[in-house]
């Protein structure tokens, strides 16, 4: 990538609150050098709905110059017409297929030097499996267009930055997959992510287990692996009990905290605010980031959605981009 290449900005579900949020942020400059990758008329709709008169801007290349007080929308061949009129906030097999068309092509466009970060509106689960589309989220498929490596999810925020070692299943299969393997491989890709080194490891039972009498993954799962990451030079500690590591963390003690589970850790993160918080995916070779809430379809298409969380995901790639990888 260039300099000069600009951070792309999906526009999220055409129906849900991304297009109106992604449109708030170019308003309010907060998006200035970036480019929305989407269906220009779906960000001319949701400029509208916030009263927001600065045209849409069609660009036929991520190389032209970007436009002066305008919105630059870079569409993706792949999307059909129409999707300016599908009705607000219902689930809609076009509109989860043209979003996930409009990440497939932002990331590659990405990979290939043409953007240098990806920011990612939010996508509806329902949506993308009424499209045909193969992936539960994000996440799933930049790992799958990056080639299938390792990724984590971390969720942050100005006072709490926490990486998960399982995401998206049931606790019950969540459980299972916290592996000596696992929690190894999450220490390393946050290490490696340059986003903390000094790094807390969350138990998985309570009190971190107990010494054995609440359970035992602690003994034979999570301390082996933490040794093995100070082996290779990673700063981990623990495991500590999931009920007050985060608050150490807080007060400045850790730069990172790994949970095994998507709730342990997620919610403290988002208990501080979820206007703040930050979805950064780490390990794939490029900067991914992304506001931690979905695509509220309740109130999609009324101008009231908040956009503090995307503004706070647009600094953080920002941010990322400048940390050495």
Request: glycine share 12%.
């Amino acid at each position: 990538m260039t300099p000069t290449s600009p951070i792309l900005i999906t526009m999220g579900d055409p129906v849900g609150i991304g297009p109106e949020i992604v449109a708030q942020a170019f308003r309010d400059g907060a998006a200035d050098g970036c480019v929305v990758v989407g269906d220009a008329a779906v960000m001319a709709r949701a400029a509208a709905v916030i009263g927001w008169a600065a045209p849409v801007q069609p660009m036929s290349s991520l190389h032209d110059a970007l436009p002066q007080a305008a919105l630059p929308v870079w569409q993706p061949r792949a999307l059909p017409e129409g999707l300016a009129t599908l009705p607000w906030g219902q689930v809609q097999a076009a509109a989860g297929r043209a979003a996930a068309d409009s990440v497939s092509t932002a990331a590659r466009a990405v990979m290939g030097g043409e953007g240098s970060a990806l920011v990612t509106a939010p996508l509806n689960k329902a949506a993308l499996a009424a499209g045909g589309v193969d992936f539960p989220g994000h996440t799933e498929m930049l790992q799958t267009l990056a080639g299938g490596v390792p990724v984590r999810m971390m969720l942050a925020n100005e006072e709490l930055r926490v990486v998960l070692v399982t995401i998206h299943q049931s606790l019950r299969s969540a459980i299972d997959a916290v592996t000596f393997d696992a929690v190894l491989q999450t220490l390393r890709i946050a290490h490696a992510s340059g986003h903390g080194r000094r790094i807390a490891v969350a138990g998985l039972n309570p009190h971190a287990g107990e010494g054995g009498l609440f359970g035992d993954e602690e003994q034979r799962i999570i301390g082996p692996a933490i040794a093995a990451a100070r082996d290779e030079g990673i700063d981990a500690h623990g495991p500590f009990a999931p009920d007050t590591v985060f608050m150490r963390a807080r007060r400045g003690e850790f730069e990172l905290v790994v949970a095994m589970t998507h709730d342990h850790g997620l919610i403290p993160v988002k208990y501080l605010g979820v206007e703040q918080g930050v979805n950064v995916t780490l390990g794939l070779p490029f900067v991914r980031t992304s506001p931690d809430h979905g695509t509220a379809f309740d109130i999609a298409g009324q101008g009231v959605a908040d956009a503090s969380s995307l503004k706070a995901a647009i600094r953080w790639a920002r941010r990322a981009i400048a940390i050495p990888r």
